[in-house]
């Protein structure tokens, strides 16, 4: 079954053509070096670039794939959660194609579809496992007990990791997108030279919370800069690194070890920090527990793992009508 997959959330217009897990092709045009210019993406601005830029994304993905419309059985979009203008661009172009193709149309949830880039060059991967989701939107562990079966264990309570990283970075001065950067610059953790807050949520075991350290962060440059104090940038971030890294890993461990899953997967843009994979593995080593995280050019945003969760969305009767609309919030677990 051939699907060409569209993915418009946020500020990447990309487009692939999978048959099942195998990518005939993944093209990907972000709008990183616009939305640097303000430190952040702006969203009516990553609206207009997706109008302008779908159809070509479209054709270069069925070129690159050596495939043409009439080859495509399923168009699959992401329709929520993500920016309601950006998701809207990709919807209506997905229900247009669909329609004139006269294919069905697979309606993609994005955390999903970041869960399935995992699925990718690892055949042997099927659920049950326990999974860790961050992004710059999110943070949640799933159990993932089939491909279209999840139960979320814990999550934010306020700020995603990515988000935390992003702000953190800024107010150091990092340029946007600040995560990669602050990762890429993060030197040795030092938490007595930066005694940044280690946050505990009240009730659940499993919940995550990264605004406090974000703020401690910024308040630390501001009262430094305001006594003319200069800060360490890279011992900094490496602290906050640590921090981060420590609530991540310390809480999916404890849920993997609590319901009994032997293997622990990597998910979402965060999934790329070079501290969360080389602790996560030498932890999940000691445990016998097997992980997996994607490949670092399906960690952020693409169609591909969107093409592949369409095929488990599709074969568990997850089919859309022209009455499909983009939705801004929804959870992971979401019925139809
Ligand atoms: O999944 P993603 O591409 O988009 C969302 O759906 O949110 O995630 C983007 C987030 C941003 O916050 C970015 O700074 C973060 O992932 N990120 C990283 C790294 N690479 C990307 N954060 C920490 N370390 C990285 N290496």
Redesign the pocket.
Known sequence: MLILAIES??D?TAAAVVEERKILSSVINTQVEEHKKYGGVVPEVASRRHCENISQVVKKALEDAGKTYSDINAVAVTFAP?LIGALLVGVNFAKGLALSLNVPLIPVH?LRS?IAANYIDNEELKPPFLCLT?????SIITDVSDYTDFKVIGQTRDD????C??KA?RAMGLPY????N???IAKTADTVKYPLPRPKVEGSEYDFSFSGLKTAVINLIHNSSQKGEEVDIPVLAATL?QRVCDMLISNTLKAAEELDRETIVLA???S???E?RARMKSECEKRGIKLYYPELKY???NAAMVGVQAFYEYRSGNIADSKLNATAKLPIDYRK
């Open positions: 959330s946020c990447e993500g994005h970041h961050v992004s710059g939107g999110n995603a990791a990515g988000e990283f992003d970075a997108p600040g995560g990669i602050l990762d890429k690194r979402g843009g965060v790329a920090n070079s969360l960690c952020g945003d």
